[in-house]
């Protein structure tokens, strides 16, 4: 059975006092390791100081991002090796706001997920869809398209270290507008069939796919219950940590596991 898997994305949210006041609210009060993995995504800024206070806690600390070399003339940029060094793990990349304002292809997309794995870092990739292309070319073409390019190159070893987030744009920051339980499953099937396709069934089916797009506590029930879908990315509704309590504790219960303290 694969573990579900909660991650807050905080986004270019926070300052560094209130980050560490969150955490440091939430990080003794979550459930066991072995019955889910609950992370928080966090500007670069906060890494280092927020991987120090969870380093005894289930929490853990997650990337928003990292660039696709070691090192070099890269201003402004992020080294997946000294993320590594800092002791994270997980690092997303391919977030549709990085691909639609920083411009980032699936071809740059899939640079990174390979400097992360070489780093030993975990990559949360993430698969994008908007309305327009949706109505334009379906969302098989866009969605498979994606998950392909994303994953060129990855074998299926290294494929045991990704996890792949279905986060079409259009569900994105709205607050209401939410894929609905069975579109959402849809595109985490859709995704699972793909990487079927790639890698066999006994691969598809041990990858982690997490749904994100404005999920909150009352659409998590009914999302977190569907079968393609192994947990959630969740932004804006992470924000507040009694919320993001309150939807650890509803993922827990729904896979059978204890709530939090
Ligand atoms: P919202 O939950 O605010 O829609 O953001 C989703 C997201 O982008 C998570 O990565």
Known sequence: ????????????????????DYVAQIKDRLPAKQVAEVELAVPTLFLQSLARLTAASPLKIVAENCFYQDEGAF????????LR???????????????????ESDQVVNQKVH??????????????????????HGQVAWVVNQVITGLAG?????????VIAYEPSWAIGTGKAAASPVEANEGCYLIR?????LYGEAAANRVRILYGGSVNQANLPQLI???????????RASLDPATFLTMVDQVVAASGGE???
């Open 85 to 103: 060094e800092l002791g994270i793990k997980h690092v997303i990349l391919g977030h549709s706001e990085r691909r639609r304002l920083f411009f």
């Open 75 to 82: 201003t402004g940029e992020t080294s997946p090796l000294a």
């Open 259 to 261: 709530a939090s303290a």
């Open 1 to 20: 059975m694969r573990k579900p898997l909660i991650v807050g994305n905080w986004k270019m949210y926070k300052t560094i006092t209130e980050a560490e």
């Open 154 to 162: 990855v074998s299926e070893d290294q494929l045991a270290h990704i």
């Open 193 to 197: 069939q793909t990487v079927a396709c």
């Open 115 to 136: 400097a992360a794995l070489s780093a030993g870092l975990c990559p949360i990739l993430c698969v994008d869809e908007t309305m327009k292309r949706l109505a334009e």
């Open 225 to 235: 219950g569907r079968p393609d879908i192994d947990g959630v990315l969740i932004g």
